[in-house]
């Protein structure tokens, strides 16, 4: 079955600082892959996905993902960090072909410090 | 759009005891999620229909877990008796074709607390 691996339950980043989290999916094909984002009490919202032969995909509020084969990654970034920023990250995976499931990873809470 | 809509938002109940939930989806999705999500865990898809036909129900505990979705809109959740193990988040989502490339919709949850 698929999964993905997140590296580091709690990243601290200073407020304009680089943002990177991390993420590695268990697989021999490329699946889907995305990263999702939760605010404390609030559900899920997606951030952006990779579905295709673009390997650097770019998502909503200034985040990107780069898909690397080499490295089974598919890490989470944006250039400055915001107090808006401060939220949880969720990694997941799917398989392609049918109504295959997403799996999530275990989360990164991302604390920004002003 | 409206989006995906939960209710209650929060539940205490006592172990033994059965709890429903209620999702709306938005409107003309064809497929709705149920996920649980206990503290610090990532989402556990729990069952997942295409319009009123389960397509996945592979990690539901269908011995106190049961899930509808009649005329293929709204779903309920419930469990019946609840376990302390069941405390939780619990989370809808839709989809608009089925197809995760387009991802998911979530709503904002249900607590469950079982004491």
């Known amino acids: 079955a698929q999964s993905v691996t997140q590296l580091g339950s709690h990243v601290s980043v200073s407020e304009g600082a680089l943002v990177l989290l991390r993420c590695n999916y268990s697989s021999s094909v490329p699946p889907y892959l995305f990263w999702y984002v939760q605010y404390p009490n609030q559900g899920l919202q997606l951030l952006l996905k990779y579905t295709s032969a673009a390997t650097l995909v770019k998502g909503i509020n200034g985040f990107e993902a780069e898909f690397k084969k080499s490295e089974t990654s598919f890490h989470l970034t944006k250039p400055s960090a915001h107090m808006s920023d401060a939220a949880e990250y969720f990694c997941?995976?799917?398989?392609?072909?049918?109504?295959?499931?997403?799996?999530f990873g275990t989360g990164t809470k991302l604390q920004v410090i002003p | 759009e409206a989006g995906v809509a939960q209710s209650p938002r929060y539940k205490i109940i006592e172990k033994r005891q059965s709890v429903a939930f209620w999702c709306n989806p938005i409107s003309g999705h064809a497929t709705l999620y149920w996920y649980q999500q206990i503290l610090g865990q990532g989402p556990k898809l729990l069952i997942q229909?295409?319009?009123?036909?389960?397509?996945?129900d592979s990690q539901l505990p269908k011995d106190r877990f049961s899930a509808e979705r009649l005329k293929g809109v709204d779903s309920t959740l419930k469990i019946q008796p609840a376990k302390l193990e069941d405390s939780a988040v619990y989370l809808c989502?839709?989809?608009?074709?089925?197809?995760?490339?387009?991802?998911?919709?979530f709503g904002s949850g249900t607590r469950l607390t079982v004491v």
């Open positions: 989502a839709s989809s608009l074709r089925g197809d995760r490339a387009y991802g998911y919709t």
């Open positions: 997941a995976v799917s398989d392609r072909g049918g109504y295959q499931k997403v799996t």
């Open positions: 229909f295409q319009n009123n036909g389960v397509v996945d």
